[in-house]
């Protein structure tokens, strides 16, 4: 008998092996938070010539910033990508120097978050907040997720749906499980804690729209998706990881099966350890996510002293002198891969190319001997 396999079948057999290749025991939650560097935050500083002491000290203030941007200044009277100088009519001023802030390519929108002069507060704004902080020192201390609810302005919906969210919490912390770690996965390092260190813990705070030291992070919030600038519901965001938002829920749909869905996916095992296949928005965040962050990737020994290998910064009068030209300096700091970690990646990928041509084979060999 002549061996058939319909195509469907043939897809879903590669699709399945290239899925699991790919994936592991870690918990989306804490694979995140070791593994999933957040994309950076394009900031441009558009200038005339020269910048004076205060613009050049707030441009260092942002390069040397603990916060996933990256930092370009640009000339307007040299723009030379026509992009940029798109960028730079679209603002309509003369005033500058001007900070002009946008998402970074893999955001849902990657349209402006921040435009304005150049000047201390909307930088301190940009770059950090009360809460942010909060979120991130509790993500780094191991809390599962932080649910933020950013409130509609309406009493009664907001304090329904703030009682939904906790309620919820509370039951889920005790139900949910989480997946039993494969040593292969600990072996690949894959994992840098523990089982036992492993925790279930959820944690919420309520958002006013009109906090104005978290003007930033509402904006971003609500521009995770498209449609919640102009919605008046409570909103319910989890944030993960690195500040990461998993996605909102909105209005009626605070519901409990709808929490205990985002829940179930954060606790679960990661499916695919690629950032960009999995769902979520990064958040600005000011945090050394690399130095706080416990990982397997970090060596266990101590790094020599970089003084005397690395220049001194310049001076005030120095940077003055050099006069700043169309420039990006990246503040991200990625972490390096070790070996164990590139042998598994390279085995599960031939892996993974060696099936799918023995299937397409198969497959064909099949086809072919249905037709004869």
């Not at 962050?293 to 266990?300: A, G, H, N, P, R």
């Amino acid at each position: 008998m002549p061996l058939f396999l319909p195509r469907f079948v043939v897809l879903a057999l590669v699709l399945q092996w290239t899925s699991s290749a790919f994936g592991c025991s870690v918990p989306v939650f804490r694979y995140a938070l070791e593994r999933w560097v957040a994309d950076p935050f394009h900031v441009q500083v558009f200038y005339e010539q020269t910048l004076d002491q205060e613009a050049i000290e707030l441009l260092a203030r942002m390069k040397s910033a603990d916060a996933n941007i990256s930092v370009s200044t640009i000339d307007v009277g040299s723009i030379s990508d026509p992009s940029v100088l798109d960028t730079w009519k679209e603002q309509e001023t003369d005033k500058m120097p001007w900070l002009y802030v946008s998402y970074p390519e893999s955001h849902p929108l990657a349209v402006e978050l921040a435009a304005g002069p150049l000047e201390t507060n909307l930088v301190a704004s940009m770059l950090d907040s009360p809460l942010r902080k909060q979120i991130a020192n509790e993500l780094v201390e191991g809390e599962t997720a932080v649910w933020v609810m950013l409130e509609s302005g309406d009493p009664t919906k907001d304090d329904a749906a703030w009682k939904t969210l906790n309620d919820s919490l509370i039951e889920l912390e005790s139900v949910l499980e989480l997946p039993t770690l494969e040593q292969e996965d600990i072996d690949a390092g894959l994992v840098s804690v523990s089982e036992d260190e492993l925790k279930i813990a959820f944690s919420a705070k309520r958002l006013s729209r009109d906090d104005e030291a978290e003007k930033m992070f509402v904006r971003m919030l609500l521009d995770v998706e498209e449609d919640l600038i102009d919605s008046k519901e409570p909103m319910i965001f989890p944030v993960f990881g690195r500040g990461r938002v998993l996605y909102g829920l909105v209005g009626e749909g605070i519901i409990p099966e709808t929490i205990e869905n985002a829940a179930a996916y954060l606790t679960g095992a990661c499916s695919c350890q690629v950032k960009e296949e999995n769902p979520g928005v990064d958040l600005l965040m000011a945090m050394n996510w690399n130095d706080v962050v416990k990982t397997s990737l970090q060596e266990d020994r101590d790094l020599p002293e970089l003084s005397g290998i690395l220049p001194d910064p310049p001076t005030a009068a120095e940077a003055r002198q050099s006069e700043p030209t169309e420039t990006k300096a990246s503040v991200l700091k990625t972490p390096a891969i070790k070996e164990s970690d590139s042998k598994s990646i390279l085995w599960a990928t031939l892996a993974a190319l060696v099936f799918m041509l023995l299937v397409v084979a198969v497959g064909s060999a099949a086809f072919r001997n249905k037709d004869a």
